[in-house]
């Protein structure tokens, strides 16, 4: 069998790479960290592209905004929660972030712990040095619920301009790049943004493995909960991913808790069967398909139940699980 050699473009510009992918066709792959696309190209899952477009000299790709956990801003930077400088509205992570530097970056740490801790949990640490937020993203990765939790959105490259798009819909349009917003196969992911909404509620992200961080999740759950001063719940969003499914919300799960309180049983009952419900894994080999369910199910409402004990580790939480 012969190896195809491609031709490396190296873009210094969104507009110039997205004019290569366009130009190029399906005869071309762009390429961030390249850690997922080695592994299909070695398994033959992926054909070997002609052309492989580098977007890793593209400056704007590697933004992200400066958050500063509380007591520790800097002089002149704005108010606890907020991106140094404009004071934007909306938190953006540059798509070739490194997952390394997001897991170590403090300020994200404390304002967003799932999504350090998410990174913390994903391969090996020489692989989480290249590998990218889009690349984990695109290939709807086990960064991906956590994203799903916060109601984040992308933020697509496509004919000259920047495009928004939330992760839910783009999910359920398939995963094509830029599906909902005319599927340019040449766009590109730049960002993602989440919204100061985010900020304030009690977050947790669970990743079940056969062994710790280098296998695919069997199943990973991730939640975000605001509670009033009496304990009700007023918005929840649960996320799952893995078992052979991409990635998305629980939507029937929600409104189980919703209006209700974390110390009613009959709330966590309920909450369970939803999931049970709603969640429709493929399993595999190793792991059935009611497994699966049954241990997002668990993971869920072990989390809930974390959130309304604090002495059992509520309220921030994250865990892998072999």
């Known amino acids: 069998m012969v190896r195809v050699t491609p031709q490396v473009w190296q873009p210094k510009s969104l507009e110039e790479a997205w004019d290569l992918g366009r130009s190029l066709g399906s005869g071309a792959s762009y390429v961030s960290g390249g850690t997922w696309l080695q592994i299909q190209w070695r398994a033959g899952s992926l054909p070997r592209p002609g052309h492989l477009i580098r977007l890793d000299s593209i400056p704007e790709l590697y ?9 520790d801003r800097e002089p002149g930077a704005a108010p606890t929660g907020r991106p140094s400088g404009s004071g934007a509205e909306l938190f953006r992570i540059g798509g070739m972030t490194p997952l390394a530097a997001l897991r170590s970056d403090a300020g994200w740490g404390r304002l967003f712990p799932a999504l350090p801790s998410a990174c913390r949990r994903i391969a090996a640490p020489a692989v989480r040095e290249l590998a990218t937020v889009a690349g984990n993203l695109m290939t709807a990765g086990d960064l991906t619920p956590a994203f799903v939790a916060m109601r984040a959105q992308l933020v697509w490259f496509t004919e000259g301009m920047r495009v ?7 999910l359920q349009g398939g995963g094509a790049a830029g599906s909902g917003q005319g599927a340019d196969p040449a766009a590109i992911l730049a960002a993602v943004e989440i919204h100061p909404g985010a ?24 939640g975000w909960l605001v509670r009033d001063e009496d304990g009700v719940v007023r918005e929840a969003v649960l996320a799952v991913g893995g078992a052979g499914v991409r990635p998305g919300r629980l939507r029937r799960a929600e409104s189980c808790l919703k209006g209700g309180a974390l110390w009613d ?14 969640f429709a894994p493929k399993g595999d ?7 699966c369910r049954r241990a997002a199910s668990n993971l869920i409402i072990r989390e809930l139940i974390k959130m309304r004990d604090p002495s059992q580790g509520g309220g921030q939480s994250a865990a892998t699980q072999s």
């Open 199 to 222: 900020l304030g509620g009690e977050t947790f992200y669970v990743k079940l493995t056969r062994r710790d961080t280098f296998v695919p999740a069997v199943v990973t759950v991730a």
């Open 164 to 170: 928004r798009q939330s992760l839910e819909d783009w």
């Open 285 to 291: 080999t190793f792991s059935s398909a009611d497994y």
């Open 63 to 71: 933004e992200r905004s400066k958050l500063h956990p509380p007591g």
């Open 265 to 278: 049983d009959r709330v966590l009952l309920s909450t369970a069967q939803a999931v049970w419900e709603e």
